[in-house]
């Protein structure tokens, strides 16, 4: 019998109308174009405005686009994965609202929550149950409303997060294609550097923490920037090296779109073109979660069967990875 493997049949994506640029930006907070351009490589981030819609908005249009691309019945999804850091509600999980709106009736569903890495892995989550043969159809959603938690009068963040998601859909196959090989990890003394701190267990929230703006993210940008560029680099590294992939064989890169330094020093790092290195953090900035469905959605179209992709992420906890798939279609309009 083939073994079988977890591939990617199907991409959806969403991102809200309202576009911040960076000129709007320069009236908000001490700032200005090309100050943002040259540090991050951002232009303009997107951001949900409708009142009282939350993640799981988010996380339902990308699943829907998906649906109605694919022609699939919901009905047969029998799994829903939404990575996201900012959840509706600490109770109940997005992801189990998210699949009663999309008519996911037959599915369980949960989130998970790894930062900047939850969609990497969730990946890893999504073709386990797959390889493991009980489950046939996984959607998997990267969705963060990372307006909810930034603070508009702080420019070492809010010139940074955007608002989006994006979704794919795991399923078996028995070709040489799919999830191959993925190297995770993670280290818990990196918090400190990265966090959104209030409203956990923890650290309840009090009026006395709103009033001092304790409940937004928070981050030391020269650690971070530090870790993420030696942790990204050294696992995409670390997988080419076990898989036998070299600068010729690898057709893409998909990196977490953090900061447009550390996209170039991660393909530098394992001397890949830069045709070959996907991109899009200059219209949406960091956002989150739903930075690498959204490269494959923007990209898709480019994407042949058979081709080598090498995802990376790195984020708060800290946590981070690489993952090698094999994509397995063509696209068609």
């Known amino acids: 019998m083939s073994k079988i493997s977890a591939a990617i049949t199907a991409v959806g994506a969403y991102v809200p109308e309202f576009v911040l640029t960076n000129q709007i930006l320069e009236t908000m907070v001490d700032t200005n174009d090309e100050w943002i351009t040259t540090r991050t490589g951002i232009k303009e981030r997107r951001i ?23 022609g699939l019945d919901p009905k047969d999804i029998e799994l829903v994965i939404v990575a996201t850091a900012t959840p509706d509600m600490k109770a109940a999980s997005t992801a189990s609202y998210t699949a009663s709106e999309i008519g996911a009736i037959n ?78 990890r993670s280290d818990g003394t990196g918090r400190d550097f990265l966090q959104a701190t209030y409203g956990g267990s923890s650290n309840a929230l009090t009026p006395e923490v709103l009033e001092k703006g304790g409940h937004y993210a928070f981050q030391e940008g020269r650690t ?58 200059h219209k949406y900035g960091n956002t989150t979660s739903a930075t690498l469905p959204l490269l494959i959605a923007d990209y898709e179209s480019q994407l042949k069967k058979g081709d080598n992709i090498i995802f990376a992420a790195f984020g708060g906890g800290f946590n981070w990875g690489a993952i090698y798939l094999k994509w397995a279609y063509n696209y068609k309009n």
């Open 224 to 281: 971070v920037f530090k870790n993420a560029v030696f942790n990204m680099a050294d696992a995409a590294v670390k997988i080419l090296e076990r898989n036998n992939l070299d600068k010729d064989s690898v057709d893409w890169l998909a990196a977490h779109q953090a900061n447009k330094r550390i996209i170039d020093a991660t393909a530098q790092r394992i001397d890949l073109a830069d045709e070959k290195v996907m991109i899009n953090i």
């Open 48 to 70: 949900l405005k409708k009142e009282g819609a939350g993640t799981s908005y988010l996380a339902i249009k990308a699943a829907q686009n998906l649906i109605d691309k694919k």
């Open 107 to 184: 599915a369980f569903a949960f989130d998970m929550d790894a930062a900047c890495s939850s969609f990497l892995y969730g990946m890893s989550v999504a073709a386990s149950y797959i390889e493991s043969g009980r489950y046939k159809n996984i959607l998997l959603i990267g969705a963060d409303k990372m307006s909810s938690i930034v603070n508009y009068k702080d420019r070492a963040t809010c010139i940074i997060f955007g608002d989006g998601a994006g979704a794919v859909l795991f399923e078996p196959t028995t070709e040489n294609l799919g999830l191959k090989d993925e190297y995770l």
